[in-house]
């Protein structure tokens, strides 16, 4: 596989539930992103990751933990989420988090109930 | 304020039909402009990166320049395939801010 991958494509849960996202980047880059997509909205950056480290978390509810076991791996967990979660969550990797582009995978629509 | 800001939010053309999006933004700083294309339930796909004032990029029937205020994307004879949403953003510092993008629709 090349790219950045993503899974699952799609995720309904209960607001009691717990599941996590994943993704992972065959790019060999270093640097990982979570962004949130909403309708009519700009994306959102929510944390970043440089060599394993996070490196950016932008005042996200702490409902959504991330975790960044290597280089090519990034999770998402979930918990207790509210129906404004309710949203296309993307993740991105690049080389570095200088001038060099993000690419993204093709995300996992999520629906709370 | 919006810091990046694209305009038309959405616009309908011809095949053939020549056409612009804009992106205008408010940093002081930049240090990148990017423009990326998204199709309906797909990741954003990169187009360019745009470094200093009077830079252009070409790929296909794109061609993006950058100014010192705003960026454009120009849509030389499009076809229906071009159909997507664009979507531009910036580096200030370390990380992306990406407008809300311009939904184009090109009809046969």
């Known amino acids: 596989e090349t790219g950045v991958t993503q899974t699952p494509r799609h995720l309904v849960m209960g607001m009691t539930n717990k599941k996590s996202l994943k993704c992972e980047q065959h790019l060999g880059h270093n640097a990982m992103y979570w962004y949130k997509q909403s309708a009519k909205k700009p994306l959102e950056l929510m944390f970043v990751y440089n060599f394993k480290e996070q490196t950016e978390n932008n005042s996200v509810p702490s409902r959504f933990s991330p975790e960044c076991p290597n280089s090519s791996h990034l999770f998402l967990h979930l918990h207790t989420l509210q129906p404004e979660d309710s949203a296309l969550y993307l993740c991105?990797?690049?080389?570095?988090?200088?001038?060099?582009?993000?690419?993204f995978g093709d995300g996992t629509r999520l629906s709370i109930l | 304020e919006d810091q990046v800001t694209q305009s038309p939010e959405a616009l309908r053309l011809q095949e053939g039909e020549s056409s612009s999006l804009n992106c205008s933004y408010t940093v002081s700083g930049l240090r990148g402009l990017f423009w990326y294309r998204q199709d309906p339930g797909k990741g954003p796909e990169f187009l360019f990166t745009?470094?200093?004032a009077g830079e252009e990029k070409e790929k296909e029937r794109l061609k993006a320049t950058l100014t010192k205020k705003e960026s454009f994307l120009h849509i030389t004879a499009p076809k229906p395939e071009d159909s997507a949403t664009y979507l531009c953003?910036?580096?200030?510092?370390?990380?992306?801010?990406f407008g809300k993008g311009t939904m184009l629709l090109v009809s046969p």
């Open positions: 953003a910036v580096r200030e510092y370390s990380t992306l801010t």
């Open positions: 991105a990797s690049s080389q570095g988090q200088g001038d060099q582009p993000q690419h």
């Open positions: 745009l470094y200093s």
